[in-house]
């Protein structure tokens, strides 16, 4: 038990949070500390157990998802992943402008949560395939919807910036890869991609893994 990934539940309905509880509970590897059935109880819960990652729905009474993100991933209490019908842009960009690592929607099949989980554990990045297009598409035309979270436009990040080594990391943050299976891939050492994705992340002029992976798409766009 010791070795598992910690997750926290916060999503208003019950049956929900049941129905997760029973799949992360029936796969090896998963431990659910808790549950919420608000944004405020869930921060509350992340301040207490201090969680893994905590699969947060963004529609909650008291205080949303968004706003609950940003108190636990932007304290760096634990890692957030959105899991949410509402694909609204505002819920997309908000969420991931609060910190979280993934954004899922919840038709995704059981084995997408829970790959997404140990993705996010990891280090690693996740966001839905129904959404990525979008978040390409805000952040090549720039608008203000996502201004916190864009990166530079393709222009102002020439291919040349980058070594090839860089570029091989930065392709991997885009498959949403974690240091370790970066070094694993590339056969480097864990150290060695941690300065790579550093130097990668201050020449795009992005603060973030994720902000990486969408900038690289930009570039292939």
């Known amino acids: 038990m010791s070795g598992d990934i910690r997750v926290l539940l916060a999503d208003d309905h019950a049956a929900i949070r049941l129905g997760i509880r029973m799949v992360l509970e029936t796969e090896p590897g998963f431990a659910v500390v808790g549950e919420a ?12 157990l201090a969680p893994d990652v905590v699969l ?8 949303d998802g968004v706003q609950a993100t940003a108190a636990i991933a932007g304290a760096g209490i634990s890692k957030v992943v959105a899991l949410t019908t509402f694909d609204h842009d505002s819920y997309l960009f908000g969420v991931l402008s609060a910190g979280a690592a993934g954004f899922l ?14 993705r996010v554990h990891e280090g690693g990045t996740v966001i839905a395939p129904e959404v990525a297009g979008r978040l390409v598409d805000a952040f090549v035309s720039g608008r203000k919807d996502a ?43 864990e150290t060695t991609v941690k300065t790579h994705v550093s130097r990668v992340l201050a020449k795009l002029g992005v603060e ?14």
Not at 56 to 63: G, S, T, Y
Not at 107 to 114: D, H, K, Q, R
Not at 208 to 221: H, K, W
């Open 147 to 189: 201004a916190e979270a864009s990166p530079p436009a393709k222009e102002q990040f020439p291919e040349p910036e980058l070594t090839a080594r860089e570029v091989e990391v930065l392709d991997c943050l885009a498959e949403g890869l974690s240091n370790v299976r970066i070094a694993r891939k590339l056969g480097i050492s």
């Open 208 to 221: 973030s893994r994720l902000q990486a992976a969408l900038a690289a798409r930009v570039r292939t766009a």
């Open 105 to 118: 929607l919840k038709t995704a099949e059981p084995a997408e949560i829970t790959t997404a989980l140990r």
């Open 37 to 48: 059935a608000d944004g405020a109880t869930a921060v509350r819960m992340a301040q207490a």
């Open 56 to 63: 947060m729905d963004l529609r909650m009474p008291v205080m």
